[in-house]
């Protein structure tokens, strides 16, 4: 995901309530494993998007909150959550580059990253993230992940193009472990976190947006692009999801 995405993703990705698959319940659940956290933590959420779990994570720790993306109209909607939610003095919206991250080494007690990871890679990211941290701090990511072995050759095609670092659950620990990190936890997303907050609002766009672009071979590519998207996770949300996984600096 970039700037240089054509209008027409930006189309579709506006006005959303999440940027990626996620709910507040796994956030939540992913949030209570930390239990070395101090009373007052200083989080990083890296990749924050519209923020809804920036939202969540405000409501459950009593730290301070630096939300980071790179994408100005996605701070912008969650500086309105923040002021609906009264979560100002919680929650510090940051324009900024995960590439290149504006931090001294050792400033958070925990860095987040719902479904953002995969822009830096995920061993790249949990090595680049790392000396953020102070020690014994926390890493909690959420990765595109295989979830069984003999996959479809239809989705193994599809997602090896898509995303050819996709590993299974036990490829992402052993990375984790030769990082460095200790494993906390990991659970796989409901398959609902992808349908409620993303896919289904991208579906409700797409029929007003085909009509709009019916003369436009290029948009309508993009449009059908998305739709085989949420067609193959239809299919073939057996085979892979997302996780979480929850790490610990040693
Ligand atoms: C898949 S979305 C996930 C957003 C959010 N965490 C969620 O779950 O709804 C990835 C996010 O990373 C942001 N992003 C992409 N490249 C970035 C970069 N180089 N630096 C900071 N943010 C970036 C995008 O703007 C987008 O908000």
């Given amino acids: 995901m970039s700037n240089q ?3 027409i993703f930006w189309e579709i990705h506006s006005g959303l309530p999440r940027e990626g698959p996620g709910d507040n319940l796994s956030t939540r659940r992913a949030y209570l494993m930390l239990k070395e956290l101090p009373k007052n933590p200083r989080i990083l959420d890296v ?6 779990q920036t939202i969540e994570l405000a409501k459950l720790s009593n730290g301070q909150i630096d939300a980071l993306d790179n994408h100005q109209p996605f701070l912008d909607q969650l500086e309105i959550n ?13 324009s900024g580059d995960m ?4 931090y001294d080494d050792g400033t958070f007690n925990l860095v987040w990253s719902e479904g953002s990871i995969f822009i830096v890679g995920f061993e ?5 993230f790392e000396r953020l941290l102070v020690n014994k701090g926390y890493l909690v ?10 996959v479809p050759s239809e989705v193994n095609e599809y997602l090896k193009h898509l995303y050819p670092a996709i590993q299974t659950i036990k490829g992402n620990l ?9 494993n906390v936890g990991f659970f796989v997303l409901p398959s609902e976190s992808w349908w409620t907050d993303y896919y289904e609002p991208i579906m409700a766009k797409l029929p007003s947006l085909k009509e ?12 059908a692009y998305h739709e085989n998207e949420i067609e193959m996770f239809r299919k073939y949300s057996d085979y892979y999801g997302y996780v979480f996984y929850v790490m610990q600096t040693s």
């Fill in 174 to 182: 052993n990375i984790a472990k030769k990082v460095g990190y200790q």
């Fill in 5 to 7: 995405l054509p209008e």
């Fill in 141 to 150: 990511v959420s990765e595109l992940s295989w979830l069984r072995d003999n």
């Fill in 47 to 52: 990749g924050c998007g519209p923020g809804m």
């Fill in 99 to 102: 590439i290149n991250l504006p």
């Fill in 124 to 128: 790249k990211g949990l090595r680049d």
């Fill in 212 to 223: 709009k672009y019916k003369n436009d071979k290029e948009k309508l590519q993009h449009i």
């Fill in 82 to 94: 923040i002021k609906k939610e009264a979560l100002g003095n919680k929650i510090k919206t940051v």
